[in-house]
């Protein structure tokens, strides 16, 4: 038996498996077995009130289980899907209150990675798949980053290789007459409003736990344990924190005030693209490095510049 059938089957008989896909690796249970979705949240050490995206390969799946995209929906997903982009939408009769948390709406997507297109494929239901580390700390971007904290918890990593987008998919609502993005991620908000030829709406922020409209976007999230703080200028920064070891996450630029093994670098070149996908390993890597204390660099507020900044700040949550 293969690798992918052997996938296949655990997840058949409600195991759950961890899968690559271009975004960050997931942690996959069959959508429509309640006991084994509820594992997902037992593993993660997920609140309740968080649901789960689903996963498929094709629109025409989710239609067959009920589950409708509306008109600028399916605009963006014959151009962007598979790919970086989830969808909102009203659910269907057939996905557990367990899934959606109780919500009116399921959060749909086709990801893009062969490996899982061809599971998917196999499979004669969803993958509900949160992304695949402990609630709040940093998702994973290669099957050794889930192995490391979710090893003795599951059966079967499918090992896909290193995530080509690595920051999570753009979660977008299609619940009000104007699209929401709800999450920023790895579709920038410039391609989805060029394809739509309009404006779409921006997360909201809310104090309220119990008003979010992602219900996801806690405050803190994506966090390592150590202290982390975003500013303009590291060079600067650095002058307040005489005696402490640092560890810093820039764009593009070399900093000769901190020890080389501390400094990540995320996109020499300078690319937007390139500095998401280095993201999470470099947070990951400064977590485990002998740092007092983390300085980020603010990124360009444009295409992911406006996801890895979200992100960042998440992570200075403390
Ligand atoms: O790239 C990704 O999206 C990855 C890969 C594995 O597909 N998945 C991922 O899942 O990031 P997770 O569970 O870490 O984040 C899912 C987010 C959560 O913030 C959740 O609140 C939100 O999606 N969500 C799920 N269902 C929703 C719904 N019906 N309405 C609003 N937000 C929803
Ligand atoms: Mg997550």
Redesign the pocket.
């Known amino acids: 038996m293969n690798e992918l059938e052997a996938a296949a089957n655990l997840l058949r008989q409600g195991e759950l498996v961890a899968?690559p896909?271009?975004?960050?690796?997931?942690?996959?249970a069959n959508a429509f077995n309640e006991e084994a979705v509820l594992n997902i949240y037992k593993t993660k050490n997920?609140p309740h009130f968080?649901?789960?995206?689903i996963?498929s390969n094709s629109v025409e799946r989710f239609a067959e289980w009920g589950i409708y995209l509306p008109e600028l929906a399916l605009k963006l997903a014959s151009k962007f899907s598979p790919g970086?982009i989830?969808f909102?939408v009203p659910?269907s009769n057939i996905v557990t209150d367990m899934?959606?948390?109780g919500?009116d709406?399921?959060?749909i997507?086709i990801?893009n990675h062969p490996l899982t297109l061809e599971l998917l494929a196999m499979l004669d239901f969803p993958l509900a798949?949160?992304?695949?580390?402990p609630s709040t700390f940093v998702?994973p971007t290669s099957a050794a980053h889930v192995k490391q904290q979710l090893g003795d918890k599951i059966k079967c990593i499918l090992d896909g290789g290193e995530c080509k987008?690595g920051?999570?998919?753009t979660?977008v609502?299609f619940l009000e007459s104007t699209p929401r993005i709800?999450?920023y991620?790895?579709l920038a908000k410039e391609q989805i409003e060029s394809t739509l030829g309009i404006k779409v709406n921006v997360p909201q922020v809310s104090g309220d736990t119990s008003k979010i409209?992602?219900?996801?976007?806690m405050e803190r999230h994506y966090a390592p344990n150590k202290k982390l703080i975003i500013c303009n200028d590291i060079k600067k920064e650095i002058l307040n924190y005489k005696g402490l070891s640092i560890g810093s996450i820039s764009f593009s630029k070399k900093l000769d005030n901190i020890e080389c093994k501390n400094q990540f670098i995320l996109s020499p070149s300078g690319s937007l693209d390139e500095a998401a996908r280095h993201l999470f390993s470099a947070l990951r890597s400064l977590n485990d490095l002998e740092v007092d204390i983390i300085l980020a660099e603010k990124f360009p507020d444009e295409g992911l510049g406006i996801a890895i900044n979200d992100r960042l700040k998440r992570a200075s949550v403390h």
């Open positions: 899968i896909t271009e975004t960050v690796y997931g942690l996959a997920r968080n649901p789960l995206i996963h970086p989830t909102v659910t899934v959606t948390a919500h709406s399921v959060a997507r990801p798949a949160p992304s695949a580390n998702s987008v920051i999570e998919s979660i609502s709800l999450r991620g790895g409209i992602a219900p996801g976007m």
